[in-house]
Nanobody, 127 residues
Framework: QLQLVESGGGLVQSGGSLRLSCAASGFSLAYYVVGWFRQGPGKEREGVACMGRGAGNTDYEDSVKGRFTFSRDHAKNMAYLQMNSLKPEDTAVYYC????????????????????WGQGTQVTVSS
């Protein structure tokens, strides 16, 4: 059974860092485009970062470029989102998701191709 489980969220002060993890089971993460999304209070879910199949290309939403880094560990079947210099506006539930249709990450904001989602992990950044 295909499953994604996010972890690593929490409460952090502005300027702090967190590392989110996405653990995959029932399949190999390497064969999918993987995306990180977030949904803040009263906001629509938005794309944060994505990575193509294998050690493919990455793309980031403009507001997180230079602060967030997407990585994968295929041996552990994990994906990570390192988040530095966090801001209160980064507060959201963060989700990882899979796009089984694409080879590369072409549009970090396009969530229509993502069909498998984790349950999310809460990130709260205090000012």
């Amino acid at each position: 059974q295909l499953q994604l489980v996010e972890s690593g969220g929490g409460l952090v002060q502005s300027g702090g860092s967190l590392r989110l993890s996405c653990a995959a089971s029932g399949f190999s993460l390497a064969y999918y485009v993987v995306g990180w999304f977030r949904q803040g209070p009263g906001k629509e879910r938005e794309g944060v970062a994505c990575m193509g199949r294998g050690a493919g290309n990455t793309d980031y939403e403009d507001s997180v470029k230079g602060r967030f880094t997407f990585s994968r560990d295929h041996a552990k079947n994990m994906a990570y989102l390192q988040m530095n210099s966090l801001k209160p506006e980064d507060t959201a539930v963060y989700y990882c998701a899979l796009d089984p249709y694409s080879q590369t990450c072409t549009d970090v904001g396009d969530k229509s191709r993502y069909v498998h989602w984790g349950q999310g992990t809460q990130v709260t950044v205090s000012s």
